[in-house]
DNA sequence: GGGCAATTGTTGTCGTCAACAACAATCTTT
DNA sequence: AAAGATTGTTGTTGACGACAACAATTGCCC
């Protein structure tokens, strides 16, 4: 359908000169309805800046709430292991790691069997500091479900879950 | 409940080295599931990436995209009308247009009324492209609904009606 | 009607993030 | 032992959001 849209001519509407919609926004988004990925966008673009503002005091942004999050989850992970299963690079993760390790929050031990990697633990400031932006996230969470509603909420995890 | 969680001691498997597990990554998110943030930043990366591999071809981007389906459907918009409705800085629209005006799909005129602002408008080329575009988002979002579902993303898009 | 604040497009900087490429050290395979 | 793959690291590139400053222009206010 929205194919077909394609075709249909647009309307020449206040075609001269700037626009002058008087106050209300009533501007078509035409084709852009309907595409799953706009929307995902604005909505992923509405969740990190709650995120980040809930968040903000601590200082810890979604990714970094993610890494910590699998560390304390499976302790000793390499740092292949977190980057393959968050969808990271490891290149990326390297500077994560640095700002988190820095904060004493994570340590990075050398493996034993496999020199090359390195073994990811919380540290025990990690640990406790983790508990806490964890009952941020939380709050963070209440405000989703306040903005689009509770089973909404949970329709949308339900929907996504292949995708974690 | 995510705050309960917490509490929960993390299970110390495989935590001498790096870790060794077989091949399956049945690695725990722990909090991470249940965190709606999560989940729709990994889908917002898969369509992302499907978006741009399908209108690959046309060298299209998202926001490419974006702005020139609004420009088709309201002809004459400013740049300022046209970053707020799309949520993006008037500062990043000028380098969109342009690119979108060097390859001939946009055009900038002067405004009489406003001499401050511009009126924008699809070429004749700009408009063609456009359709051959539309169909391939339209492309992709099929791909999108081979992926979740025809109901759940028909779904996800009543549910995010909101945001666009 | 003159002056001051606000708006518009533009340029620039900064920090985040994904995608690569190259590299040394270290396994793994043959 | 040699060749190839993997791991962590460094660096570059480009898209993107957030700011700040600026000139030109408009609107408002007294």
Redesign the interface.
Known sequence: ???T???TP????????????SEA?E??????????????????????QD?VRTLGDVEIR?TQY?VL??I???????QM?VA??L?IERARLVHLLDSLEQRKYVKRIK????RR???L??TAQG?TA??KF??L??E??RN?EAK?GKE??E???R??????
Request: net charge positive.
């Open positions: 359908m929205t194919a849209a394609a075709r647009p309307r020449k509407r206040a075609s001269n000169g700037a626009a002058r919609r926004d501007i078509g988004l035409d084709a852009l309805v309907g595409h799953a990925g706009y929307a995902v966008r604005r909505f992923q673009i509405w969740i990190f995120f979604p993610s999050t699998v304390g989850a499976n302790p000793g992970l390499s292991a393959k299963r969808g493996s034993k069997e496999d990697s390195h073994a633990h919380l640990e983790l508990a964890k009952g996230a939380a963070h969470e989703v689009i909404n909420r329709q949308l995890l929907i996504l879950a292949g995708f974690t």
